[in-house]
């Protein structure tokens, strides 16, 4: 049924395959991910303290966008601003594109005032779009647990600090 080459080449693969399994060594869970603790106790696991920027809106440091078209991180401190509800929204009072200009502020994008069911320019930010802190998330000033090596390539020299999202949002992935 089976010729003595197919026997030995099986006996032999067999062996090579039991031997290492035997001699693999174990991970223990403790030593998975970035905690370093236990995964099935959060007793002993204590987030680092998260330092979120203290300067005042308009003195900070405007940060470039991750990639094109990303969500721009808040540069500022949020306290009192938040939370954003349906009648309020203290973001709007800078970043409204009436005002931006005059206050120094970077107005909203105008993919924030068009409506994407019905195709339309809006004279105020869209629902989908008013609640900032969905996309939007104050920067830490903690220091990364992991490298970033990722490095973005922007179509327009501008790319890094402005939206083009609704000027090139049907063309699909570049």
């Keep these: 049924m089976?010729?003595?080459k197919t026997l030995i080449a099986a006996a032999t693969l067999t062996a090579i395959l039991a031997?290492?399994?035997a001699m693999s060594s174990s991970v223990s869970e403790e030593s998975l991910g970035l905690r370093n603790t236990?995964?099935?106790?959060?007793?002993?696991?204590?987030?680092?303290?998260t330092s979120y920027s203290t300067v005042a809106a308009g003195e900070s440091k405007v940060y470039e966008r991750a990639f094109e078209n990303?969500?721009?991180?808040?540069?500022?401190d949020v306290e009192g601003m938040l939370p954003i509800t349906m009648d309020y929204n203290s973001c709007l009072g800078c970043h409204d594109a009436a005002v931006?200009?005059?206050?120094?502020?970077?107005?909203?994008?105008?993919?924030?005032m068009?409506?994407?069911?019905s195709q339309s320019v809006m004279a105020t930010v869209s629902h989908a779009r008013y609640n900032c802190t969905l996309c939007h998330a104050p920067q830490s000033n903690?220091?990364?647990?992991?490298?970033?090596?990722?490095?973005?390539?922007?179509r327009?020299?501008?790319g890094m600090k402005r939206s083009n999202l609704l000027d090139n949002l049907n063309e699909g992935v570049q």
């Design 2 to 4: 089976f010729s003595k």
């Design 70 to 76: 990303a969500p721009p991180m808040i540069s500022h």
């Design 142 to 154: 903690n220091e990364p647990l992991v490298e970033n090596t990722f490095k973005p390539e922007f």
């Design 114 to 117: 068009f409506d994407m069911r």
């Design 38 to 49: 236990d995964l099935y106790s959060e007793n002993t696991t204590v987030a680092d303290q």
């Design 100 to 112: 931006a200009s005059s206050v120094g502020a970077t107005a909203v994008p105008k993919s924030h």
């Design 156 to 158: 327009t020299k501008d």
């Design 19 to 21: 031997t290492g399994c």
